[in-house]
């Protein structure tokens, strides 16, 4: 959360968020998180398959291999990733359970009000949610809590 390229390269220009996931029972996602690769090959997909059910068939070690894939100049993340995997063709619309509890959301210093209250508004049924705002601390260039909203 404290980073500040994170920040610059993935919450648009520090206007979007940050989500803190309390995570209670670490070997129930062991074998969800995938470890991100970081070279400098470029993955060409050049075999795409649909299952009966009308999924695309990808396998992360071949044609998915760009999942868990990205340039080496990237390798500062150390990055983690996780996919939800549907199991209906039509699951659009639906809510599917996440690796863990939602508990804060972090705003950057340049989100727009009518964004927070948005959010605000969309995440009211999730009990003991947290909202903050947060800056750039120019000492040492890390972004830190301003003040909780």
């Not at 990808?58 to 996919?83: H, M, P, Q, V």
Request: aromatic share 10%; proline share 1%.
């Amino acid at each position: 959360m404290s980073e500040i390229l994170m920040w610059s390269h993935y919450a648009d220009n520090h206007r979007g968020v940050c989500l803190e996931f309390e995570i209670t029972n670490e070997e129930t996602i062991k074998g969800q998180l995938i470890n991100i690769n970081y070279d400098n090959d470029l993955t060409i997909i050049d075999n795409i398959e649909r299952t009966s059910t009308g999924h695309l068939s990808i396998n992360i070690t071949s044609n998915g291999k760009f999942l868990a894939n990205k340039f080496k100049n990237w390798s500062y993340e150390e990055e983690l990733r996780t996919y939800i995997i549907c199991e209906e063709a039509n699951f659009a619309g639906k809510e599917k359970p996440f690796l863990g509890n939602l508990v804060a959301i972090y705003f950057g210093k340049n989100a727009a009000k009518d964004d927070i209250d948005l959010v605000k508004h969309n995440t009211s049924h999730i009990n003991s949610l947290r909202y903050f705002i947060v800056d750039l601390n120019t000492e040492n260039l890390k972004i830190e809590i301003l003040r909780e909203i």
